[in-house]
């Protein structure tokens, strides 16, 4: 027998107990994670859980028409998903539907007329002076300043720590200085008292204790902070600074958000303050803004700063070093470019003369899904069956392998559904359960590519465990090949299509992943150890493997010619 080779590397294959443990392993460690989360079985999403979908149309004012564009959409679609957010709905779907409309799914289990009224209403932004904030858990982080817009002598701003006010789905702007804080627009007074606007001491009392309660890390708490406050009055508000989230005591507005003219994102190239954010006000809101920068000048932190106010949350608190006229400014600080586009985009929004009006409200039961689900699963359940007769008539005793792999791809596929719920909010819905049923045909395609390339060597003449690992590459290239077009596909869908169509494509995606781990650490490991047995490395009738039954060649050998015969001389 000829030495193998020197310097050849042993496969990792011819070692599959290896590989069969790990998959176990793998298997047994998701299935744990998923009892210890108690997230035992996939979120269902809203044609399967039922819901409510509702459908808005944007509406501009006369004259206003150019209002209604793929950017503001776009900012509303942001706005409003956090608006829905915030009432604890993780798994809601908010996208444009044509020019003009805009879709909102919302999951059973949340308070439909709750969510009508948040998502259908105008966001509202104001600018109001910060009187007292308060970490709710953790140290303040410092914030960006306002300066006048184009002015190199005005206020400095270059600090790298970040502004701990954040929205959801839109980032805020990194400070410079001083502490964290919020100030708002025009009235405010030199007074440091917690409640300029109220009206009795009962009132001042009644706001301070309800600030003293606040805690924003709370969400039901932060829901309702602020909720119906006048514009006139103080109140209180929530904003995330970093990881962090700071309750704030407000003065009444000073500027509302329709007095912003236009804010665009820009970056300074004669300072290093970096990317900001540039504001222009109306007239009146020019002369508002000069006077109330003006009075917070003159005030310590927090109370020379302003609150940037959207829909009740603070989204941004600079602060001012001087009095900012002219009608335009600037808001700075350690800005990416993704915060100060954010940024911009919610103080435009604030100015659009865009409002919304309910086209229709549909109520989604869970019972039409359960018997949409319960067809889906009745036809998933038929293509399995028939998919499992095949194997049994045809490949025999190699059906089993082909059955063992199927039922560790499910079981992958549900532990990992289950788990990406709580982890990234995946819901499982209708056509995600169609992408699922379209896998089992990828994946036993892969099984029959490789049974065919092993039986192929068998009819060459070649026995079971030469064939199982001659076959290999040759079955190994043509299924890594099918699952890159089929997990390509997938990928492109999902990218370009939006809703209920990216969860087929993200399940197909998945499961196409899955199939791959499978046939490499399962399939071909489970071969290779029964090419071992007597059963099929024997070739019985009922392996599959036999080969009379798949017509194999004898070897072939080399005949010789008779040598004549060797005349022998007497001495």
Known sequence: MAAPKKGRKASAQSKPGRSLALILIAIAALTGGMFASGHTTPRLGIDLAGGTSITLRAEAEP????????????TAVQIMERRVNGLGVSEAEVQTQGDKNIIVNIPKGTDSK????????????????????????????????ASPSGSPSASPSGSSAKDPAKSTGSATPSATATTQGRAVTGGLKADTSP????SADGDVAKLQAAYTALDCSKPAQRAEAGKD??????????????????????????VDGTEVKDAQASFDTTRAAGWQVDMKFTGTGSKKFADITGELSKQQSPQNEFAIVLDDEVVSHPYVQQAITGGNAQISGSFTQEEAKSLANMLSYGALPLTFSEDSVTTVTAALGGEQLEAGLIAGAIGLALVVIYLLVYYRGLSIIAILSLLVSAALTYTIMSLLGPTIGFALNLPAVCGAIVAIGITADSFIVYFERVRDEIREGRSLRPAVERAWPRARRTILVSDFVSFLAAAVLFIVTVGKVQGFAFTLGLTTLLDVVVVFLFTKPLLTLLARTKFYGGGHPWSGLDPKRLGARPP???TRRPSAPIETKEA
Not at 232 to 254: H, I, N, R, S, Y
């Open 63 to 74: 004259g206003q028409e150019s209002a209604i564009n793929k950017t503001n959409m776009d």
């Open 114 to 145: 709750q969510a009508r009224d948040q998502v259908g209403t105008t966001a509202k932004l104001y600018f109001r002076p910060v009187l007292q904030r308060e970490a709710s858990g953790g140290a303040a982080q410092p914030t960006p300043s």
């Open 556 to 558: 072939l050998r080399r």
């Open 195 to 198: 409640s300029p606007s109220a």
């Open 229 to 254: 406050a006048k514009p006139d009055e103080a109140t209180v508000a929530c904003g995330k600074d970093g990881d962090v989230w700071t309750k704030f005591l407000l003065g009444p507005v000073g």
